[in-house]
Nanobody, 114 residues
Framework: VQLVESGGGLVQPGGSLRLSCLAS????????MGWYRQAPGKERELVAR???????DYGDSVQGRFTISRDNAKKMVYLRMSTLKPEDTAVYYC?????????WGKGTLVTVSS
């Protein structure tokens, strides 16, 4: 499986952005698909993840501002980011984890700056 992210870019504080991730194969709905991010000098952290039968998980710092969604038929996972802050600046990585799979995308850069 390969994952390709898109949608990153430069946005002003308070703005919104939507990230997309396309998988090269259909991902079992029971597997986690999600987003992590890594800011310069910091460890990679969970942003949000989603799977069937469970409520999505969100990192504490994005709860209430970001929304994850998934379209299994299109092999896509999305991250809608609102009320962006400079501290949201990071490389955002798409991730899939399941019984026999643990795959990362190459990442897309999000920069929040005026």
């Amino acid at each position: 499986v390969q994952l390709v992210e898109s949608g990153g870019g430069l946005v002003q504080p308070g703005g919104s952005l939507r990230l997309s991730c396309l998988a090269s194969e259909t991902i079992f709905s029971g597997y986690w698909m999600g987003w992590y991010r890594q800011a310069p000098g910091k460890e990679r952290e969970l942003v949000a993840r989603i799977r069937s039968g469970r409520d999505p998980d969100y990192g504490d710092s994005v709860q209430g501002r970001f929304t994850i969604s998934r379209d299994n038929a299109k092999k896509m996972v999305y991250l809608r980011m609102s009320t962006l802050k400079p501290e949201d600046t990071a490389v955002y990585y798409c991730h899939v984890r399941g019984d026999d799979i643990n795959v990362w995308g190459k990442g897309t850069l999000v920069t929040v700056s005026s």
